[in-house]
């Protein structure tokens, strides 16, 4: 039996938790399905009854990585169109999602979870970051500057334009 809340549990901190728990209880999976984590926090029952808005917020409303049409979270990553993973620092997001909160806040979420945020901080989030997940563009970045080393930027413009001449 879920303990009795003395605030309202938010949709978005549902939907961490339960993604969160995947993570635990899956050490070897990289991602899930947003049906796994509706269904994961459907059978946690945090809030007591199932509230259909958690899919929503799996798919779309905490997901960092796609533009937001009402919240600005960044709690979860897509990989994919309908597999997600919890957000890391470092991962790419929509540029509308720069203050989106990325954990529940600990106060407003039952004292069970809370060692979630822990794990999070210490484990999940500190975890190097595997090829397959990194954003291939961002992954470029510094590819061939020692080739700049020696070039002055102003120089180099200036020899193209005259160039064009």
């Known amino acids: 039996?879920?303990?009795a809340l003395k605030f309202t549990l938010k949709t978005a901190d549902e939907?961490?938790?339960?993604?969160?728990?995947?993570?635990?209880e899956n050490p070897g999976r990289r991602d899930f399905e947003v049906k796994e984590i509706a269904e994961r926090a459907r059978r946690e029952a945090m809030s007591g009854a199932y509230r259909h808005a958690l899919?929503?917020?799996?798919?779309q409303h905490c997901v960092a990585n796609r533009a937001p049409d009402r919240g600005r979270y960044r709690m979860l990553f897509a990989t994919g169109r309908l597999t997600r993973r919890l957000f890391?620092?470092?991962d790419s997001y929509h540029p509308s999602r720069q203050s989106g909160k990325i954990t529940p806040i600990p106060e407003e979420i039952p004292s069970q979870y809370r060692a979630l945020l822990e794990w999070y901080e210490s484990e999940y989030?500190?975890?190097?970051?595997?090829?397959?997940?990194?954003?291939?563009?961002?992954?470029?970045?510094?590819?061939?500057?020692?080739i700049w080393v020696e070039e002055d930027p102003d120089e180099y413009v200036r020899r193209l334009r005259e160039s064009w001449e």
Request: glycine fraction near 6%.
């Open 1 to 3: 039996m879920p303990q």
């Open 15 to 24: 939907v961490w938790i339960a993604c969160a728990l995947l993570h635990r």
């Open 55 to 59: 899919y929503v917020h799996a798919f």
């Open 88 to 90: 890391r620092p470092g």
């Open 125 to 146: 989030a500190s975890a190097p970051i595997h090829p397959e997940q990194q954003d291939s563009i961002l992954a470029l970045r510094g590819l061939g500057k020692e």
